[in-house]
């Protein structure tokens, strides 16, 4: 099964946010600005209720990327360790909405372009939208051959 997940841009606070719960009804959101690791100490700390006009919400796709361990920071590396993983147990970065990533397409040869993780209405699914391309059912996530999370637009926008 799928996991259901998002994360969040806190357009006050201009960061990346966990988002602990969501309300359909009410339109509002917790949640928290630690990028990686436990939750703190105290329940309080880092902790925000948001209106979701306040932020940017980005579900999880479901997939990891193909980043290898050996290719993470050691700042990465230890928001990870923190988190419960090792280089064993580690499966790539998750992807969400929103991310900017470059993108190997299969075919004859493999062509490596950069693109936008988005819903597509036209599709009902999410894509990668390459950079300069028109979207189309050659978009869908997996006819990829391998995926790579480079950034998101709202933390690294010069990628885009």
Not at 61 to 86: A, F, M, P, V, Y
């Amino acid at each position: 099964m799928r996991t259901i997940k998002f994360r969040a841009w806190d357009k006050e606070t201009k960061q990346m946010c966990i988002v602990q719960y969501l309300t359909t009804d009410l339109h509002i959101c917790q949640i928290w600005n630690g990028k990686n690791g436990d939750m703190p100490d105290d329940e309080n700390e880092g902790i925000m209720v948001r209106d979701w006009n306040e932020v940017e919400l980005m579900q999880y796709t479901g997939l990891k990327d193909n980043t290898h361990w050996s290719q993470l920071t050691k700042q990465e590396k230890q928001d990870w360790i923190s988190k419960g993983e090792t280089n064993q147990t580690w499966k790539g970065k998750e992807v969400y909405e929103g991310d900017i990533v470059r993108a190997t397409i299969r075919g004859e040869t493999f062509i490596t372009k950069q693109g936008i993780i988005k819903w597509s209405d036209y599709l009902k699914a999410l894509v990668v939208n390459i950079f300069g391309e028109h979207i189309d059912d050659s978009n869908t996530i997996g006819i990829f051959y391998e995926l790579e999370v480079i950034g998101n637009k709202w933390e690294n926008p010069e990628l885009i």
